[in-house]
């Protein structure tokens, strides 16, 4: 008797509870986090993804408020004081070629770059998601085709393609918008294309065939769900391409046409009256710098946040590891 | 390997195909069609049907298409309808021009980036590997020819120390100094832009070939770290390299119209802006395929190039284009 084993304390979770107990707990138990809270609270970790977006809604609030928040109209004319220097009283940067004042017309601009940044981004991905689901899901000559046709708009340098477009055309801003976006929806599409040609292979899309759900639901609801991530980073690194492109066209007073005004255009205008003022291209370069900086970043940080390989350690730890490991001698 | 090399070249020759129905197609569906695009504005409606007859535009648009590519084969490239000029006379010396820019550049910055990505593959995270990814977030994000405006007018404007714009001095044609010093403010802004790739791409393929086992084998045997990165790394760590240098040939072409625009370089990319604002059409289709196809002779020589660096490449159905 004497050396009757004590038995353990049964663990916690094996005890037996009368099930209201446990049913209550179960409700009490919080939901897992989804990949999307785990994804933006690691984009929130991340200075330089925060920065960014912080800068870019900045930007998109003067875009909005344009109207309230510049001193004059972008187009007011003052022929008696032209190219005044920054500081100028009244004029924060002066004046242009023509007495315009820079700041209002730098704020205004913003409008112009931000919409033909997003509107791009957006039809671009709608229409290289469609084109790269459909061949990526079908396969056989419909893919052939869709790249094949994607070979050939590869080939012709996107610069020199907008450029004739818009040459024969005409110069025009919903043009312009249209033509970018016929020049960039190849990325995506093969991008998609490529994650239907693994997705479509994986036992959930055999499941939902055998219960009988139509391709276009998969393509559009089931295997668009799971490929989202990669295509949510290249919209948002696709906007800052196309405001980069927007400013060159305009740049060659292929875009943006005055009375418009746009960061490129101002940038033209700033090379062609460079000898008697030369601060005025300053300004508009570093406001589209500073965008599609932000808009990179912002890019970066929601790829770092939804790549589920890719846990953010912070640089300091990293090195502290690597000192401690050099210590050890090993 | 003949037979992926056949059809490789057989792809090629179809993109290149609808390439020049890409243009052609793009010049018919112009507003008002061909007729309005290609012939001078303000003619009288007799002149006009003359002129449109001379240029061979009343014939059916297949027959006109047929002609066209004809000629293009032969290399007659048309004429300018403004001075009649063959358009060969004017693009040829400007795809010298742009050459001269674009091989200083890009032999500039591989000479840098190379060395660079690699030194910083051993130093992952260290002061010089974030100087570099700092670069490379600029070049990414600057309007080039924003650069370019700046330095011009900082080191040609304000302090006088080199050119503003051009090629040669009005008074020193053909001078090779004097070409030198003219390359340096349209060189700095071109390679930045490649630099800011390359140093990424080197890094990242020489990193990917350093963390395999054959180069912890080396290690382990007790080789040098200068032998293992030399002898062992670089040699693998090339081959995606050189495959991207492929790729970027045509850029050597065409990649630098807004450089020639802002320093006035008497190159292709300028000429083909300033057609397009004179609207001269049949200029401007030709240039769109002369660089296309030097796009797809580039995109052609990567593939050749990498299936023959690479052993383990395999030419099967469908692994036409690297994936």
Same mark, same amino acid.
């Given at each position: 008797?004497?050396?009757? +084993?004590?038995?353990?304390?049964?663990?916690?979770?094996?005890?037996?509870?009368?099930?209201?107990?446990?049913?209550?707990?179960?409700?009490?138990?919080?939901?897992?986090?989804?990949? $999307?809270?785990?994804?933006?609270?690691?984009?929130?970790?991340?200075?330089?993804?925060?920065?960014?977006?912080?800068?870019?809604?900045?930007?998109?609030?003067?875009?909005?408020?344009?109207?309230?928040?510049?001193?004059?109209?972008?187009? +007011?004319?003052?022929?008696?004081?032209?190219?005044?220097?920054?500081?100028?009283?009244?004029?924060?940067?002066?004046?242009?070629?023509?007495?315009?004042?820079?700041?209002?017309?730098?704020?205004?601009?913003?409008?112009?770059?931000?919409?033909?940044?997003?509107?791009?981004?957006?039809?671009?991905?709608?229409?290289?998601?469609?084109?790269?689901?459909?061949?990526?899901?079908?396969?056989?000559?419909?893919?052939?085709?869709?790249?094949?046709?994607?070979?050939?708009?590869?080939?012709?340098?996107?610069?020199?393609?907008?450029?004739?477009?818009?040459?024969?055309?005409?110069?025009?801003?919903?043009?312009?918008? $249209?033509?970018?976006?016929?020049?960039?929806?190849? !990325?995506?599409?093969?991008?998609?294309?490529?994650?239907?040609?693994?997705?479509?292979?994986?036992?959930?899309?055999?499941?939902?065939?055998?219960?009988?759900?139509?391709?276009?639901?998969?393509?559009?609801?089931?295997?668009?769900?799971?490929?989202?991530?990669?295509?949510?980073?290249?919209?948002?690194?696709?906007?800052?391409?196309?405001?980069?492109?927007?400013?060159?066209?305009?740049?060659?007073?292929?875009?943006?046409?005055?009375?418009?005004?746009?960061?490129?255009?101002?940038?033209?205008?700033?090379?062609?009256?460079?000898?008697?003022?030369?601060?005025?291209?300053?300004?508009? !370069?570093?406001?589209?710098?500073?965008?599609?900086?932000?808009?990179?970043?912002?890019?970066? !940080?929601?790829?770092?946040?939804?790549?589920?390989? +890719?846990?953010?350690?912070?640089?300091?730890?990293?090195?502290?590891?690597?000192?401690?490991?050099? +210590?050890?001698?090993? | 390997?003949?037979?992926?090399?056949?059809?490789?070249?057989?792809?090629?020759?179809?993109?290149?195909?609808?390439?020049?129905?890409?243009?052609?197609?793009?010049?018919?569906?112009?507003?008002?069609?061909?007729?309005?695009?290609?012939?001078?504005?303000?003619?009288?409606?007799?002149?006009?049907?003359?002129?449109?007859?001379?240029?061979? *535009?009343?014939?059916?648009?297949?027959?006109?298409?047929?002609?066209?590519? !004809?000629?293009?084969?032969?290399?007659?490239?048309?004429?300018?309808?403004?001075?009649?000029?063959?358009?060969?006379?004017?693009?040829?010396?400007?795809?010298?021009?742009?050459?001269?820019?674009?091989?200083?550049?890009? *032999?500039?910055?591989?000479?840098?980036?190379?060395?660079?990505?690699?030194?910083?593959?051993?130093?992952?995270?260290?002061?010089?590997?974030?100087?570099?990814?700092?670069?490379?977030?600029?070049?990414?994000?600057?309007?080039?020819?924003?650069?370019?405006?700046?330095?011009?007018?900082?080191?040609?404007?304000?302090?006088?120390?080199?050119?503003?714009?051009?090629?040669?001095?009005?008074?020193?044609?053909?001078?090779?100094?004097?070409?030198?010093?003219?390359?340096?403010?349209?060189?700095?802004?071109?390679?930045?832009?490649?630099?800011?790739?390359?140093?990424?791409?080197?890094?990242?393929?020489?990193?990917?070939?350093?963390?395999?086992?054959?180069?912890?084998?080396?290690?382990?045997?007790?080789?040098?770290?200068?032998?293992?990165?030399?002898?062992?790394?670089?040699?693998?760590?090339?081959?995606?390299?050189?495959?991207?240098?492929?790729?970027?040939?045509?850029?050597?072409?065409?990649?630098?119209?807004?450089?020639?625009?802002?320093?006035?370089?008497?190159?292709?990319?300028?000429?083909?802006?300033?057609?397009?604002?004179?609207?001269?059409?049949?200029?401007?289709?030709?240039?769109?395929?002369?660089?296309?196809?030097?796009?797809?002779?580039?995109?052609?020589?990567?593939?050749?190039?990498?299936?023959?660096?690479?052993?383990?490449?395999?030419?099967?159905?469908?692994?036409?284009?690297?994936?």
């Amino acid at each position: 008797m004497s050396d009757a +084993k004590v038995l353990p304390p049964i663990p916690e979770e094996n005890r037996y509870e009368p099930r209201e107990k446990r049913a209550k707990a179960r409700t009490v138990e919080a939901r897992p986090e989804g990949p $999307w809270k785990t994804g933006a609270k690691k984009f929130m970790r991340n200075p330089f993804a925060v920065a960014g977006l912080v800068l870019l809604l900045i930007f998109i609030g003067i875009a909005l408020l344009a109207h309230w928040l510049a001193p004059y109209p972008p187009n +007011k004319l003052d022929l008696m004081f032209p190219n005044l220097p920054a500081g100028s009283s009244g004029h924060l940067l002066g004046t242009d070629e023509l007495g315009r004042d820079v700041f209002s017309r730098l704020l205004y601009s913003s409008r112009i770059s931000l919409t033909v940044g997003f509107s791009v981004a957006f039809v671009s991905v709608i229409v290289g998601t469609l084109i790269g689901a459909i061949s990526g899901y079908f396969g056989g000559w419909v893919d052939t085709i869709a790249m094949r046709i994607v070979d050939v708009m590869y080939s012709v340098p996107s610069l020199f393609l907008n450029i004739l477009i818009l040459a024969i055309f005409g110069a025009k801003a919903s043009y312009m918008i $249209w033509v970018l976006a016929f020049t960039s929806w190849m !990325g995506v599409a093969r991008l998609v294309r490529g994650n239907y040609l693994q997705l479509r292979e994986m036992q959930y899309v055999e499941a939902a065939k055998a219960i009988g759900v139509s391709d276009w639901r998969i393509i559009f609801v089931h295997l668009l769900r799971n490929s989202s991530a990669p295509i949510i980073v290249t919209a948002t690194l696709m906007v800052g391409g196309a405001i980069l492109s927007e400013s060159a066209l305009s740049y060659l007073s292929l875009g943006i046409q005055p009375p418009s005004t746009s960061w490129g255009l101002m940038l033209s205008n700033a090379q062609a009256s460079m000898l008697t003022d030369p601060m005025q291209a300053l300004y508009p !370069g570093l406001c589209i710098l500073i965008v599609v900086l932000a808009v990179n970043f912002v890019g970066d !940080g929601i790829r770092d946040a939804l790549d589920p390989r +890719k846990t953010t350690i912070p640089q300091r730890r990293l090195d502290q590891w690597r000192k401690r490991f050099s +210590k050890s001698g090993i | 390997m003949t037979e992926y090399l056949i059809r490789r070249s057989l792809q090629s020759v179809l993109v290149l195909f609808l390439i020049s129905i890409l243009t052609f197609a793009m010049i018919h569906a112009a507003p008002g069609g061909p007729t309005q695009v290609l012939l001078a504005p303000g003619l009288s409606p007799e002149a006009a049907k003359i002129q449109a007859h001379n240029l061979g *535009l009343d014939r059916s648009v297949p027959v006109q298409f047929l002609s066209w590519i !004809g000629g293009m084969l032969q290399g007659d490239l048309g004429h300018t309808f403004k001075n009649n000029i063959p358009v060969g006379d004017i693009l040829w010396p400007t795809v010298g021009h742009t050459m001269v820019l674009m091989i200083a550049a890009w *032999l500039l910055s591989l000479i840098i980036a190379i060395p660079w990505g690699i030194y910083n593959s051993t130093r992952e995270y260290g002061l010089s590997d974030q100087t570099s990814s700092f670069i490379s977030y600029l070049g990414f994000a600057m309007p080039t020819f924003w650069f370019g405006i700046i330095l011009q007018q900082y080191f040609a404007l304000k302090r006088d120390w080199l050119p503003l714009s051009d090629m040669y001095d009005m008074d020193k044609q053909g001078n090779f100094g004097n070409l030198l010093l003219h390359l340096v403010l349209p060189v700095t802004v071109l390679s930045l832009g490649f630099l800011a790739a390359y140093v990424k791409y080197s890094r990242s393929s020489m990193l990917e070939v350093l963390n395999q086992d054959y180069i912890r084998t080396a290690r382990a045997k007790g080789l040098t770290e200068r032998k293992v990165v030399f002898r062992h790394a670089l040699r693998n760590a090339l081959i995606p390299i050189i495959t991207i240098l492929g790729l970027d040939l045509p850029i050597l072409v065409g990649g630098a119209a807004l450089t020639e625009r802002v320093f006035n370089w008497p190159g292709m990319g300028r000429l083909f802006v300033d057609m397009a604002v004179a609207r001269e059409y049949s200029v401007l289709m030709s240039i769109t395929l002369v660089v296309s196809v030097f796009v797809v002779i580039g995109n052609l020589l990567a593939d050749i190039l990498y299936a023959v660096v690479d052993p383990r490449v395999q030419y099967g159905r469908g692994g036409g284009t690297a994936a």
